[in-house]
């Protein structure tokens, strides 16, 4: 696997291209935010948010807008919300510094799985359910024939819970199949995201909420 590791503190990146390097990965190191935007070759993204050019958040959510490569935020910021930020604008995982290479190698492991079944999960490429149509090859939805604009991860939400429509899938399940197979991280992301997929498909009746238990997708009578 090719990582993209953008990070502006040398000794910490030179240590860790070493440790990756050590564990089977390929590394390219970039110190700032616009040689992390020009990059092509990678299938991860490490990303600092302490860049010298611009901040590291804005990086994510434009990554996100032109990759679907996992993306793991590792940062000093540890607060709830600085989290909650960066899963929200598109990062698949948080990681807070120091961290063992230990810790970080499993992370990465996890978010590869993970994305490897996201990508293989579904029964079929392309699914219609009413006037929504969801094509997972080329991740794209529209609704009535007009595109609607996901990000990756509402995309994969989206697409987990078209998998069965009109099934009730738990909310843990959910948080598992679309963030991590062992999220522990705040619950209150899914409810957010869950309120944009509303919003862009048009009627919150498309995700309806099962006191207690989840959500199912259907189309609103």
Not at 25 to 41: F, I, K, N
Not at 142 to 150: C, G, Q, R, S
Request: charged share 25%; glycine share 6%.
């Amino acid at each position: 696997m090719q990582i993209l590791l953008v990070d502006d503190d040398p000794s910490i990146a030179a240590s860790l291209s070493d440790a990756l390097r050590y564990a089977g990965y390929d590394v390219t190191h970039v110190s700032t935010g616009a040689e992390a935007l020009a990059a092509t070759d990678y299938q991860l993204v490490l990303l600092d948010l302490g860049l010298p050019d611009m901040d590291g958040t804005e990086v994510c959510r434009q990554l996100r807008q032109q990759t679907s490569a996992p993306i793991i935020i590792v940062s000093a910021r540890d607060g709830e919300i600085d989290r909650v930020i960066g899963l929200e604008i598109g990062a698949d995982d948080y990681v807070v510094k120091p961290f063992s290479t230990r810790e970080l190698v499993a992370r990465i492991r996890a978010v590869s799985r993970r994305s490897d079944q996201t990508n293989a999960a579904s029964t079929e490429n392309e699914q219609t359910v009413g006037p929504l149509h969801i094509d997972r090859r080329t991740r794209r939805v529209t609704m009535n024939d007009e595109t609607v604009a996901l990000t990756a991860k509402e995309f994969d939400l989206l697409s987990f819970l078209a998998q069965d429509p009109g099934a009730c899938l738990a909310r843990q399940d959910i948080l598992e199949a679309v963030w991590d197979t062992n999220w522990y991280g705040p619950t209150k992301t899914l409810d957010v995201h869950i309120a944009s997929v509303r919003k862009k498909l048009g009627s919150a009746a498309w995700i309806e909420a099962v006191r207690g238990i989840g959500f199912r997708l259907q189309e609103p009578e």
